[in-house]
């Protein structure tokens, strides 16, 4: 008998390849939609637009997928963007560089990662309830901090420097974005943390037994998420100009659908870096274009939950699709 592997996993590249093209068809779809409904969202200020709004999702996004991949998730990233864009509008009023106040305002999403990798990893507290006690926890001491209030006065006139920086025709977040989305895909697909996060998600057991240390790899996931989550948070800032401690509700709920629409399983073990940022624009698209037809922000939180639900089931027909030809290969 043959060696199934390079079967195996020349199947699973097939299956990644129909997914990546389904949800490129799809964002087609929703563009050419668009496009004739309301001529101005092929505006080039209206794509440049909706390249800043998509890379807060897609950098944070590219941490989420490796998490769960791993089997794990992380309902603080709201919070954390929230806290970090305080963080480095404090850091500015302060006197302080603004390039340096940027790297505090993600060192701080950082450390609160640290705190998730603490609770899961050692505490050994479920990541859903220990991320959604982070997620209100930190939102409170955001609340303190600022006593509720915007943080406006004060700040550095180049606070908005993340924003408003451009390269030709294209904004400084383009080159963030596309900066992060290399790196992960490269660890995504090249890397041990990416291997091993696959195996984790995959069969936890067995990935332990087979001699990785999936605590460390998990805990590094998380550290990783809430450096991006930061860094998301930094960048809103900049773009507000002001630190807003009721940035990011929801957030993370935008980050988790693009990763689920992007092809990555809730129990683990599947994901992909590319479907996510393919995920995340078809999410931003809609809002974008919905915006525009002035489609209020009711049903606009209602055709969300309908495409997570979508994102789900697309997922799971996938998953089953490839298992049956597994089985009958």
């Known amino acids: ?52 709004q998509g890379a807060f999702v897609i950098i944070t996004g590219a941490g989420v997928t490796l998490l769960m991949i791993s089997g794990n998730i992380d309902l603080s990233v709201g919070s954390i963007v929230a806290l970090s864009s305080c963080v480095f509008a404090f ?10 106040a940027a790297i505090l305002g993600a060192l701080t999403g950082m450390g609160i990662g640290g705190i998730n990798a603490l609770t899961v990893v050692k505490l050994r507290v479920t990541p859903f309830i220990a991320t959604l006690g982070t997620m209100y926890a930190v939102r409170g001491f955001t609340y303190i901090i600022t006593d509720a209030r915007t943080v406006r ?24 974005l596309l900066a992060i989305v290399l790196l992960f895909y490269s660890l995504e697909t090249k890397s041990l943390l990416g291997k091993y996060s696959f195996a984790i998600g995959g069969n936890r057991t067995a990935a332990i037994l087979s001699g990785i240390n999936a605590d460390a790899i998990v805990a590094r996931l998380y550290i990783i998420v809430g450096l991006l989550a930061g860094l998301s948070g930094v960048m809103i800032g900049s773009r507000l100009a002001v630190g807003e401690p009721n940035v990011g509700i929801g957030f993370e709920f935008d980050v988790i659908i693009a990763v689920i629409l992007g092809g990555t399983a809730l129990a683990g073990g599947e994901g992909s870096i590319l479907g996510m940022v393919i995920g995340a624009f078809i999410v931003e698209v809609i809002g974008n274009g919905l915006n525009k037809l002035n489609v209020l922000s009711f049903w606009q939180s209602i055709i969300k939950g309908v495409l997570l639900v979508l994102a ?8 089953r699709a490839r298992k049956r030809t597994r089985l009958t290969s």
């Open 1 to 52: 008998m043959g060696n199934p592997v390079p079967a195996v996993r020349a199947q699973r590249g097939r299956t990644v390849n129909v997914q990546l093209l389904t949800l490129l068809g799809i964002l087609a779809v929703f563009c050419v939609v668009y496009a004739f409904a309301t001529p101005s969202f092929l505006y080039w200020d209206n794509i440049s637009d909706l390249i800043r």
């Open 91 to 100: 850091a500015g009023k302060a006197g302080i560089p603004t390039p340096v």
């Open 153 to 176: 006065n004060g700040l550095p006139a180049d606070i908005s420097f993340l924003d408003t920086a451009h390269a030709g025709p294209f904004p400084l977040a383009f080159f963030i």
């Open 312 to 319: 789900v089931l697309l997922n799971q027909s996938l998953v």
